[in-house]
């Protein structure tokens, strides 16, 4: 069982609309989740870090942490088309501090 | 400007060859880690280092081998061992924490090719 799952998507959304991007993982005990976005042949770039359940905003990006429910999800309001990337979650790995498990991405197009 | 060097960003090697990719980071990170990334894959952990003179294997450490001789630099060589070693690959750096995790931030990446 991978310990980190997203949907490959694509998701397809409008300009201007709300994309919302999803990620279940399997360890109850894991403390801290970030959000990378990775653009077509480029390295990942940390974009959100949650470390607590609840919501976690910065700009246009909302990250959402459901600890009963080991779901994490981010929300990009008014998406553009240069939000179109691939979005990566990470999760630590059962036991394991100072590691990180990717999911292997949700493609995210926005369309004008 | 602080971050994280990656060089050289396009890498031949030809049959039976050993090549070795650098990683310099100026960020004072303790921790640093290889990553292998596959078209339209994810990252898949190869090696990592939480201190200097320290190292462990990841998920898919056969064929590649590492050092970590100053905190800075974590240079990884992929070995003729390796028979697929085409792929995209990324070092990153981390803070540790006695708990939790930090994030890891990544350089621009080098993208091996076989000859």
């Known amino acids: 069982q991978k310990e980190v799952e997203q949907n490959s998507g694509p998701l397809s959304v409008p300009e201007g609309a709300i994309a919302s991007l999803n990620c279940t993982y399997s360890?109850?005990?894991?403390?801290?989740f970030f959000w990378y976005r990775q653009y077509s042949g480029k390295s990942p770039e940390l974009i959100m870090s949650i470390y607590s359940n609840g919501d976690q905003e910065d700009g246009r990006f909302t990250a959402q942490l459901n600890k009963a429910s080991q779901y994490v999800s981010l929300l990009i309001r008014d998406s553009q088309p240069s939000d179109s990337a691939t979005y990566l979650c990470a999760a630590p790995p059962e036991g394991g501090y100072n590691k990180l498990i990717f999911g292997a991405g949700t493609r995210l197009a926005v369309h004008p | 400007d602080g971050g994280i060097t990656q060089s050289p960003k396009y890498l031949f090697r030809k049959e039976g060859q050993n090549v070795t990719l650098s990683c310099e980071q100026n960020?004072?990170?303790?921790?640093m880690y290889w990553y292998r990334q596959d078209p339209g894959q994810g990252l898949r952990l190869i090696y990592y280092?939480?201190?200097?003179?320290?190292?462990q294997k990841g998920d898919i450490a056969e064929g590649y081998s590492v050092s970590r001789e100053k905190k800075e630099s974590f240079p990884l060589t992929v070995t003729s061992a390796q028979k697929n070693p085409t792929a995209f690959y990324l070092c990153?750096?981390?803070?540790?924490?006695?708990?939790?995790?930090?994030?890891?931030?990544f350089g621009d990446g080098t993208r091996l090719s076989i000859l």
């Open positions: 360890d109850r005990g894991s403390q801290s």
């Open positions: 990153a750096s981390s803070m540790t924490a006695s708990f939790g995790n930090q994030p890891q931030h």
């Open positions: 960020l004072n990170h303790d921790a």
């Open positions: 280092s939480q201190i200097v003179n320290d190292f």
